[in-house]
Each structure stands twice: as C-alpha cells, then as structure tokens.
C-alpha cells in the first residue's frame, strides 16, 4: 500500500514562511507528476503547485514568485516552501502523487491526508 506523509504544516504571522514536506512510502515502481493542493474552508481544492518527474514546474497565479515547489526523487519527496505567506493562504494542504505500481502500467492518483495551515494577520 503507498502512503503519501506530508508535515510542515503550522500558524505563522503574514509575511512568514513555512515549508512542506510530503514522502511516498510503499511499494511502486515510480512516480510521475507529484503536487500541493489546497483547500479553504467553504471553497473547492485547487492546485496551488506541481511538478514532473524531469523537474517541469507549473503554479497557481496566486502562489507565483512566493512559493517553491521542488522533489528529491531518491527519497521520493516532495517539498513546497511558501514564502510571504498571506492569510488568504490558509487552508488545508494536500499532497498528490500520479504513483506507477507496476512497469507497463499507468499511474494513479494518491493523495496525503492533509496538513494544516495557518496564516494570521
């Protein structure tokens, strides 16, 4: 069974800055795609950042130039370090994996439970 563990999640004043961290564990072939997802309370999830396996990164218009996503594919990890961050970024985090089972076949989506963050203004 693979399992998505994100941590890093917490309260910080606007303007601080915190850092996520999500690891695969389990038993698969690889990973694809990996990304951060959020969600406010009362509006649906959205992506905030993803990135390839190759390093191709894509971000939301409201995180660009703030935040970082990054991977170490030796420790099949995710990061997302969120700088100058705003109240209007406090939500639940998810982590998202398009994860390989098996060579020859596609990936499929694993998502984390979530982690909370908290901006305070």
């Known amino acids: 069974q693979v399992q998505l563990l994100e941590s890093g999640g917490g309260l910080v004043q606007a303007g601080g800055s915190l850092r996520l961290s999500c690891t695969t564990s389990?038993?698969?072939?690889?990973?694809?795609?990996m990304g951060w997802y959020r969600q406010a309370p009362g509006k649906l999830r959205e992506l905030v950042a993803d990135?390839?396996?190759?390093?191709?990164?894509n971000y939301a218009d409201s995180v660009k130039g703030r935040f970082t996503i990054s991977r170490d594919n030796n420790k099949n990890t995710v990061y997302l370090q969120m700088n100058s961050l705003k109240p209007e970024d406090t939500a639940v985090y998810y982590c998202?994996?398009?994860?390989?089972?098996?060579?020859?076949?596609?990936?499929?989506?694993?998502w984390g439970q979530g982690t909370l963050v908290t901006v305070s203004s």
């Open positions: 990135i390839t396996a190759n390093s191709n990164t």
């Open positions: 998202n994996a398009g994860v390989v089972f098996a060579y020859g076949y596609r990936s499929r989506e694993v």
């Open positions: 389990g038993s698969f072939f690889g990973i694809n795609v």
